[in-house]
């Protein structure tokens, strides 16, 4: 085993070509892992708190759509919305916000259920109670249920930005340059190293992951010891 | 009536696609010359180790289009699967990476001129391979969405056909003993072999099984762009700049010397 | 490129890219959730021998990507195993069993499987343990009050109510196995993602042959939907029967 490999390319594996060319590397891994898992909270809630409020053929629409990005392997979700988007609607998205989207939307998708699974989880005497002091539904859903539910949501969110990380390793196969990309590129230049090299990406990956599951078991247990 | 035609010219734009469009209009509005090239494939186009930026034979090609047009260059770094659909998309402007001219191709972009030629061979590890035939029994790698993936199965259709994302994962695969052989346009070959620290251990045997020629992919249908890109091709063989690329990359003083056999405007 | 419909040559390539998704997910299923299960139990374990190395692997296969895992076993570790091994590997041979022949599976299926397998069981196992954890831990102590040894406690009062709780999430995991198989066509197994690339280059039908192959995932993924429903409307499943 070489590891010089690494320390010659250390600057590439981290930060791509930047500052004389775009972001790239583990650095652009982190900023897409942070905008889709910023993205896909937030569409999570909306979509998990319309899975709660809505009724009848919408929430049966809103259950297909979720349904089917559940369904999809992200590759092709990546590959649908690069190149056939364009074509079908003519509407462009550059690479790195293709990423973005494709990701949020199945993370979103993840994370719906989740939210409505923890707003469920809530007994339903809190609906009544809040009802009873005169709130309307909205009004109960954002003073008395999450409150409550979200505290205990938030590992499922830092679950989903686990995944999320992991899953932005799938931007190669549009070439955008985010670490797996890179390495494959110092791999196929270099040629007789791709052990040391993807040894040493996994393990990148591994600080970047494990440090968000130690936060999010942090978070479980503490809200446990508490109550 | 001034909607109505609003409406029939919104429908022919999106039907048709090409109504509006003038691709040289927008690239020379936008100032930016956007063109896939390989980023794993030297000496056409890799990225180098010390400007961290892709670089190669292709990517002079673009520069020089770039340079003409008066724009600047954008590279989108591609494998060999995603050419067609990223020119089909509008992605990209033009295609620079050792992309081969095919009558089933033309249906889909315009092609240039052509700038290259080459012939599909094979690398092996060294005295493996005593006669082509032997092939039909081996495993054979190949990249995706290349030519050479459907001539080695009209060749050799007893191959066992794996095929790799980019050509150095199917050398990898070659090194590691899970394929016997792969085939690609044999400069490429050469020049992925010059690369590698062990080449004694590997050979590429005389003997070729397609001629093609390598063109610059453009959109469909965009005739202004297609005639400048060959106006310019024209212009680098007349000054003698071409030659100047060639020798840059596969001269006699590179790590892959190379016999100029085509020079652009000839009858193939 | 759209209207027309691929030529029958070309669906045979999507559905043989099909059946070997299908047979890789139903293999990495079949062994992940027994692997996921002894991982559960050595990481429940007492003793520290066996519930820290469970722990690293768990930490290991699931905070790393599968594409990296994929590379790493198909082109880093295949680079440090004796070649002598890898020929062996690679050398087409078959089994014969009575009626039945079966084909000895391609070296990208083997590193394919053994990939997406290790990278399964370790969040099999972890649907296992929260199965597990959601028994009480008075049940035990009754179990065992009750006269039972520790391992009948665990057979006859634990499993049966850790798996109906585990089997939802389970469900879940096979469809990520199911998912998850597409990248397998990042180290050249011609599965079903890999088919429609194929077929896309061979036609430039991109719509046609992306669809249909997402068609396809989609529907099997629904398959194993309705599977679970069935399953938990079961007599089996209400009555609590193991």
Known sequence: ?227 | MKKFTALTALTLAVLSGLAHADRLDDIKKSGVLRVASFDSNPPFGFVDAKSKQIEGLDVDYAKAIADKLGVKLQLQPTNPANRVPLLVANKVDLVLANFTITPERAEQVNFSIPYFASGQQFIVKKGTLTSPDELNKWRVGVDKGTVNEGVLREKFPGAKVVAYDDTPFAFTALRNGNVQAITQDGPKLIGLLANVPDKDKYEVPPFTISNDLIGVGIPKGEARLTEVVNQTLTDLEAQGKAQGIYDAWFGPTTKTPLTRLYKIGDKS | MFGELLAPQYLHWLLDGFVLTLILSLLTCLVATGLGFLLCLARLSPLRVWSWPARAYLALFRNTPLLVQLFFWYFGVTAMLPEGLVMWLNQPRSLSLGLFEIEWPSFEFLAGFWGLMLYTAAFICEEFRAGVSSVRVEQRAAGLALGLRPAQVWRYIVFPQALRTALGPLLGQYMNALKNSSLTMAIGLAELSYASRQVETETFKTFQAFGFATLLYVASIALIEVLGQLIARSKWYRQGVV
């Not at chain 1, 898992?37 to 297909?64: D, E, F, H, P, Q």
């Not at chain 1, 990546?78 to 989207?101: E, G, H, N, Q, R």
């Not at chain 1, 130690?214 to 247990?221: E, G, K, S, Y």
Request: charged letters at 10%; glycine letters at 8%.
């Open chain 1, 1 to 227: 085993m070489d590891f010089s490999v690494i320390s010659d390319n250390f600057s590439y594996f981290m930060l791509g070509a930047w500052p004389n060319g775009p972001l790239g590397g583990a650095a652009l891994t982190l900023l897409l892992s942070l905008l889709s898992g910023i993205i896909s909270a937030l569409l999570g809630l909306v979509l998990g708190i319309a899975l709660v409020m809505i009724r009848g053929k919408m929430r049966w629409l809103l259950l297909g759509v979720l349904g089917f990005l559940r369904a999809i392997p992200v590759v092709m979700l990546i590959f649908w919305s690069y190149f056939l988007l364009p074509i079908l609607f003519k509407v462009d998205v550059p690479a790195l916000a293709t990423v973005v989207c494709a990701l949020s939307l199945i993370g979103g998708a993840y994370l719906a259920h989740s939210v409505y699974a923890g707003i469920s989880s809530l007994p339903a005497g809190q609906w009544a109670a809040g009802t009873a002091l005169g709130l309307g539904k909205w009004q109960v859903l954002r003073l008395i249920i999450l409150p409550q539910a979200l505290p205990m949501m938030l590992p499922s969110f830092l679950n989903q930005w686990i995944s999320l990380i992991k899953d932005t390793s799938l931007a190669y196969v549009i070439g955008v340059g985010e670490l797996s990309f890179v390495a494959t590129q110092i791999s196929n230049r270099v040629m007789v190293h791709p052990t040391e090299i993807f040894l040493f990406v996994a393990l990148v990956y591994f600080v970047f992951c494990s440090s968000l599951d130690l936060i999010a078991n942090r978070w479980v247990r503490k809200p446990a010891q508490t109550r």
